[in-house]
């Protein structure tokens, strides 16, 4: 018995340390990243409903504008985003089928030209929130074509590497009329979204995608089809 003394003795600190690590794993996970719960945290004290509705109207008109007007564009603040995404991707929100299975309640933050991005994974206990951070640009010599290179892809407070994540991404961009290339760019992907794909010709161009200080900046121009000429020998009518 002296001897297996030693022995038992390794075997438990063994199952502590490996007990200790595992707790530690679980709690790594399930630490929400401080964007995340600072976001959650404001939206719990503004008019979430009122703001939510009113950058959807505006998204609405700014999509009415690519159609109808020669020069447009907006402004959003994450705090507007963070409201929408609240009243309408929630768990049990319809809008949250928009997302990859099993995850809502994305939350928005930017942070000088970098980009962050969670979203909870599950419900209860054993939920988590994976998240990325994101730099976006212009391509400079190609037309509507956007850049995103993921910088950090994690669960929770670990580095998670999933490219079906990525590639769930894109299947919602697609869906929105936006095609989507994954490349690697040494040991990050980065992804190239193609604006208006659907159309053999687009008639649309985004000159301006800015991400910076809290804001999300789009502004571009549409060549609109000329009136179409009237039959000879008609007459424009009398001007009022």
């Not at 020669?70 to 409201?83: M, R, S, V």
């Not at 000088?112 to 994101?134: A, I, N, P, Q």
């Amino acid at each position: 018995m002296r001897r297996r003394r030693p022995m038992f003795l390794a075997l438990a600190i063994l199952a502590a340390f490996a007990g200790l690590a595992s707790g530690a794993l679980v709690v790594a996970v399930k630490r929400d990243p401080a964007f995340y719960a600072t976001a959650a945290k404001k939206t719990a004290d503004w008019d979430s409903h009122e703001r939510s509705t009113k950058f959807l109207t505006r998204v609405l008109d700014l999509q009415n504008d690519i159609r109808a007007k020669a020069e447009w564009g907006d402004t959003f603040t994450t705090e507007e985003l963070n409201c929408f995404f609240t009243e309408n991707m929630g768990a049990k929100d319809g809008l949250s089928e928009l997302l990859p299975k099993g995850f809502h309640s994305p939350r928005i933050a930017i942070e000088g030209d970098h980009l962050k991005l969670g979203l909870r994974y599950g419900e209860g206990f054993w939920s988590s929130v994976v998240w990325m951070d994101l730099k976006v640009w212009l391509v400079a010599d190609q037309v509507n074509v956007a850049a995103v290179e993921v910088c950090a892809l994690q669960a929770g407070g670990l580095p998670f590497g999933s490219q079906s994540i990525l590639d769930k991404i894109g299947d919602v961009a697609r869906e929105s009329s936006i095609d989507v290339t994954w490349y690697r760019n040494k040991s990050n992907p980065v992804g190239l979204f193609r604006f208006f794909s659907k159309q053999p010709r687009p008639t649309s161009q985004v000159l301006t995608l800015d991400v910076k200080d809290g804001k999300l900046i789009v502004a571009g121009r549409s060549f609109l089809d000329p009136a179409p000429a009237l039959p000879t020998g008609v007459n424009p009518p009398p001007t009022p």
